[in-house]
């Protein structure tokens, strides 16, 4: 089945430790985005990747990092300066560059120790 | 720069009755405008869209949504919820492009957590 897959379902992180956040999809999907959600604040953009090796900043990119080497792929890591990590995290990809329609993971819930 | 603006955070209500959950745009140009739902624990899915034409659009679960460019609104609707509706809709839009298709990214609002009960 073509989809999104997000791993791990769950991820904790200790203080001062940088995590990375896994996202394949097998859809051929030329952009990719990872998404922030916190409860009552909506979804908000991390970061975003259009072709392969190459990406950009969206609304809260301070604290983390990603790569798109592949374009099936484009890993999140929630690096220590991201002070308030505790968040449900989504990743999309879309066919074209535009996002019209956004096909999305199941989520990945990272908490603090 | 487009903003959207969902304007009940919760909307209970029981089986079978009408709902309307709300949602109003800004932007200085033309937009698409999207409703997204997730379910509980789960990533979202899209439940409908409009893009051009008519400005009344449907899902096939029983939801539809108008365009009021007036307004500037994109109100979710359906006349008969049933429990498995219970779900957070989230409203999205971007800007459209003048050759077609989008451009930009989707803005999203916060989300409104729709409750039906027994």
């Known amino acids: 089945d073509g989809g999104i897959t997000q791993s791990p379902k769950y991820l904790f992180r200790k203080e001062g430790q940088n995590v990375t956040l ?8 030329d952009a990719m985005y990872w998404y922030r959600q916190d409860p009552g604040q909506g979804l908000r953009l991390i970061y975003y990747s259009q072709i392969v090796n190459d990406f950009q900043k969206g609304d809260i990119a301070e604290g983390y990092s990603v790569s798109r080497e592949k374009k099936e792929s484009f890993p999140l890591t929630v ?29 990945t819930q990272l908490s603090v120790l | 720069a487009q903003s959207v603006t969902q304007l009940d955070s919760q909307v209970p209500v029981f089986e079978e009755a009408p709902v309307e959950l709300r949602c109003n745009y800004s932007s200085s140009v033309s937009v698409y405008l999207f409703w997204y739902v997730q379910y509980p624990n789960q990533g979202l899915q899209l439940l409908l869209k409009y893009l ?11 939801f539809e949504a108008e365009f009021n460019k007036s307004q500037t609104s994109f109100h979710l609707r359906k006349p008969s919820v049933h ?3 219970t779900a957070e809709y989230f409203c999205a ?26």
């Open chain 1, 22 to 29: 896994s996202c394949e999809q097998n859809l051929n999907h």
């Open chain 1, 79 to 107: 690096t220590s300066a991201q002070k308030n990590p505790t968040a449900f995290y989504l990743c999309a990809s879309s066919m074209g560059q535009g996002g019209e329609k956004l096909f999305f993971g199941s989520g």
């Open chain 2, 52 to 62: 051009s034409g008519s400005t009344l659009v449907e899902s096939i679960n029983g």
């Open chain 2, 83 to 85: 429990i498995s509706d």
């Open chain 2, 93 to 118: 839009v971007s800007a459209a492009h003048r050759y077609g298709g989008s451009q930009g990214n989707l803005i999203f609002g916060k989300g409104t957590k729709l409750s039906v009960k027994p």
